[in-house]
């Protein structure tokens, strides 16, 4: 099922669960493939109240319900992935971790073009 950008917009502060349905956090922001345009990855906002921060997470198998979203990978080894500041941008250089962390292909553009674009 292809998921569309439009609904993943109201995604936005949905809890994310795991693949068992625990909760990790909630949904901060989506990226898109940047040569497909396709909703990629999303940003979950975890951690104690006083200490947020955002880490990345696959959205290939995620499903929605009433308020939540469900990825298809572990609380563990989305908790561990490379994260950044509540009011940070990934960067460039930083990309590839992120996909190597969930055993993804890393594709950047023909010119060193970003993969990902937050949406």
Known sequence: MMIQLAD???WRTHTVLDSGGHKIGTLESVYVDTSTD???MATVRIGLPTRHRL???PLDGA???PG???VAHDKALVKHCPAIGTDDVLPAKDEEAVFRHYGLDYQPGAGGERQLARR
């Open 8 to 10: 993943i917009r109201e």
């Open 38 to 40: 396709e909703p990629a």
């Open 55 to 57: 880490t990345f997470v």
């Open 63 to 65: 499903t929605a319900g």
């Open 68 to 70: 939540y979203v469900r």
